[in-house]
């Protein structure tokens, strides 16, 4: 069975641009979840999506956005970028999302410039 | 101002010890952990995982250690070898609110000498 897929995996943007990344889960998953990795903060949670649904949010502000569509693929973009968006984004999918075990994908690596 | 980075705990080990790596929680009415493996350019991978009515659970090579009392996490790895160096994060999930949502330790760099 494929892992969780991320596309694409590098990205260069300027500020004020906006981005969005990509999230295939694996098969059969419905949750996606979303992750921002930085050298300052860690992992942070962004947001969670599960049959299309926003069920989750973690402490990100608006320019932060996602969506799922109905085979679970999962999007999310940021709009104005600023510098300090420069981060690892993972991607992670579960079976149902509470209690259940989430397998990471490789993450897209976005620099701002 | 200039950013600080995470300063990450190193665990060094000999190849072949065993290493132990510890993690404390923050929510006692957390009641699933989860240990995960990151290396270098890659995301997370899930090692092994124990809920809050258990107090160890063994995989291969791999212990995890809970200790509900203090909010205390262990993972433990018999014979670490080489391939074993990445960095460690325990997770941990509540209850009620929080599906979908892991809640991530700082991790700790296990670098293995051969």
């Known amino acids: 069975k494929a892992g969780v897929t991320q596309t694409p995996r590098y990205l260069i943007k300027t500020r004020g641009q906006q981005v969005t990344l990509s999230c295939s889960p694996i098969?059969?998953?419905?949750?996606v979840s979303w992750y921002q990795q930085t050298p300052g903060q860690g992992l942070q949670f962004l947001f969670e999506?599960?049959?299309?649904?926003?069920?989750n949010k973690g402490n990100f502000p608006g320019r932060f956005s996602g969506r799922q569509f109905s085979n679970s693929r999962s999007e999310m973009n940021v709009s104005t970028l600023e510098l300090g968006d420069s981060a690892l984004y993972l991607c992670?999918?579960?079976?149902?999302?509470?209690?259940?075990?989430?397998?990471f994908g490789p993450g897209t690596r976005l620099l701002v410039l | 101002g200039e950013s600080v980075g995470l300063h990450l705990p190193t665990l060094s080990v000999q190849e072949g010890d065993n290493s132990i790596i510890n993690c404390a929680y923050s929510?006692?009415?957390?009641?699933?952990f989860i240990w995960y493996k990151q290396e270098s350019g890659k995301g997370p991978q899930f090692i092994i995982d124990?809920?809050?009515?258990?107090d160890k659970r063994q995989g291969q090579r791999v212990t995890v250690l809970l200790n509900k009392t203090v909010k205390h996490l262990s993972l433990q790895i018999a014979a670490t070898q080489p391939g074993d160096s990445a960095v460690y994060f325990c997770?941990?999930?509540?209850?009620?609110?929080?599906?979908?949502?892991?809640?991530f330790g700082k991790g700790t760099k296990l670098s293995v000498k051969p």
């Open positions: 992670a999918s579960s079976l149902a999302g509470a209690q259940e075990t989430q397998y």
């Open positions: 997770a941990e999930k509540g209850v009620r609110g929080s599906q979908g949502n892991l809640i």
């Open positions: 124990i809920r809050s009515n258990m």
């Open positions: 929510n006692s009415a957390s009641d699933y």
């Open positions: 999506y599960f049959s299309e649904t926003q069920r």
């Open positions: 098969s059969g998953h419905r949750s």
